[in-house]
């Protein structure tokens, strides 16, 4: 009489392995299933900044390529708004079928996080990183009045007149740069904040402000014309698009590095096997040379990793850039 409760209960546990193990060999022929009719419709990826930036134009070249790889079209979806929000907060909350994607930004996935005290998303948990599409440096650029040719003079004077050299930003992200900048170097610089690049640069031109931290395209044209110097590149390495000119690093501050990211992300939880085809795609167009040339027209060089580096890269660029917002005060715009 005692042994027959002891046979229904492993029955009982028998039958809940059994039924488990059916329901896990249905997910993965499901989930198999949908990687290999991926994609079968439309893919939309967020742009999450208005249209005409260098965001919106790095996402188009991309979707033109996917398009034209996969069969099925791939359409950009402008959502400007907060510094990038609007358009993030609608991926994480987006269905992880692979069918809306973002093109984040070091903005809305590095920087936001430490800016804004209630982000409505969380960049590492909410996202599934495919990969990163390209890089955008900036240029140091100095006013004729500034008599500094490199970043050892200007260090120098900024040392000699502490608080008197002005730096002009038109966002957060130029704001931060020139924070990075004036910690790593230990000197004091006066920060001016404009509302956009349309108000900073003739600032500048102008006299109003002594530097910036101007993205390499938008800088080019009034170094040429002798309207501005340009000091360095803010990347690890030469930008193609600029190759004459030294890095930061280089001309005297070593281990400087503030560059702009892209990359492209998916809702958390995105299968797998729909997050690697993806990155193959990707991967595959960023390495054609009308792509890189397209992108060193912005002043982007194009860039490809696996889904793990860059979701490596997020985590260690958020921690960096939370440190140098605490450290300057930095506040939202």
Known sequence: MQARPSNMRTSFI??????LAISLVDALVISSATAQDYPNRTIRIIVPFTPGGATDVVTRIVAQKLSEQTGRQVVTD???GAGGI?????????????????????????INVSLYPKLPYDP?????????????????LAHPSV??????????????????????????????TGALFTSMAQIDMLHVPYKGGGQAMPAQLGGEVALSFSTVVSSLPHVKSGRLRGLAVTSAKRTPAAPEFP??????????????????LAPAGTPRDILMRLNMEIVRALKLPEVRQLMLAQGAEPVSESP??????????????????????????
């Open 14 to 19: 028998s039958t809940c392995k059994l039924l």
């Open 78 to 80: 402008n959502r400007g």
């Open 86 to 110: 609007v358009g993030a907060e609608a991926v994480a909350k987006a269905p992880p079928d692979g069918y809306t994607l973002v093109m984040g930004t070091s903005g809305t996935h590095a």
């Open 124 to 140: 590492v948990k909410d996202f599934a990183p495919v990969t990163r599409t390209a890089v955008l440096p900036s240029m140091i």
């Open 147 to 176: 008599p500094a040719t490199n970043v050892r003079e200007l260090i120098a004077i900024a040392k000699k007149n502490p608080g008197q050299l002005t730096y002009a930003s038109s966002g957060s992200a130029q704001y931060l």
């Open 247 to 264: 890095t930061v690093a280089e001309s005297g501050l070593p281990g400087y590095e503030a560059v702009s990211w892209y990359g492209v």
């Open 308 to 333: 793990e580096q860059f979701a490596a890269l997020i985590k260690s660029d958020i921690a960096k850039w939370g440190d140098v917002v605490k450290k300057s005060g930095a506040k939202a715009d």
